[in-house]
């Protein structure tokens, strides 16, 4: 009898827990659907940002990446890509003692024929990073993660601009 009431117990957190999930509007991500059939992609073919939001479009399978703005039915044009480490706090001795660092993407998305879908737009992440004279290699290994992790979600922020682009708007 004890072991059936633990597995009653049991299986009542689960449905309420699931229960709970769903009312608070939580969802897996899915593919994302783009509210046109291809795009031309502004950035150097050197850009970590650029290749990885490359993969992210192409595995959604709907959309093309063209190599030409001509054959393109949106243009996403890069006005401005940076990354910064500026300092946060000294220590007593007027060491740094922390930075923050700064990833600060500027663009919009155009037809070829100038019109704007999505006017100049600016996204920036930061992050505190912690510093310690004794781990300057940890620390720089670190700040790649970091940044990795910024352009990662800045990739997936510009997904979610792109998939609920007005198509219709007029200049």
């Given at each position: 009898?004890?072991?059936?009431l633990?597995?009653s117990?049991?299986?009542?957190?689960?449905?309420?827990?699931v229960?709970?999930?769903s009312?608070?509007?939580?969802?897996?991500?899915?593919?994302?659907?783009?509210?046109?059939?291809?795009?031309?992609?502004?950035?150097s073919?050197s850009?970590?940002?650029?290749g990885e939001?490359?993969?992210?479009i192409r595995?959604n399978?709907e959309?093309a990446?063209?190599?030409k703005?001509d054959?393109?039915?949106?243009?996403?044009d890069?006005?401005?890509?940076?990354?910064?480490?500026?300092?946060?706090?000294?220590?007593?001795?007027g060491?740094?003692?922390?930075?923050?660092?700064?990833?600060?993407?500027?663009?919009?998305?155009?037809?070829?024929a100038?019109?704007?879908?999505?006017?100049?737009?600016?996204?920036?992440?930061?992050?505190?990073?912690?510093?310690?004279?004794?781990?300057?290699?940890?620390?720089?290994?670190?700040?790649?993660?970091?940044?990795?992790d910024?352009?990662?979600?800045?990739?997936?922020?510009?997904?979610?601009?792109?998939?609920?682009?007005?198509?219709?708007?007029?200049?």
């Open positions: 009898m004890r072991v059936n633990s597995k117990i049991q299986f009542a957190s689960l449905f309420v827990l229960l709970m999930l009312a608070c509007g939580f969802a897996m991500r899915g593919a994302v659907s783009f509210p046109f059939k291809s795009i031309y992609l502004g950035f073919d850009s970590p940002l650029g939001l490359k993969r992210n595995a399978g959309t990446i063209v190599s703005q054959d393109a039915e949106v243009i996403l890069v006005l401005s890509e940076s990354r910064e480490k500026v300092i946060l706090s000294l220590n007593s001795q060491r740094v003692r922390e930075y923050n660092l700064l990833y600060t993407l500027r663009f919009r998305v155009r037809d070829k100038g019109r704007e879908f999505l006017e100049p737009t600016e996204i920036s992440l930061k992050r505190n990073i912690t510093f310690n004279e004794t781990q300057v290699l940890a620390k720089e290994a670190e700040e790649v993660v970091l940044y990795r910024m352009q990662t979600d800045l990739v997936q922020q510009i997904m979610r601009r792109l998939a609920v682009l007005n198509m219709s708007k007029q200049e």
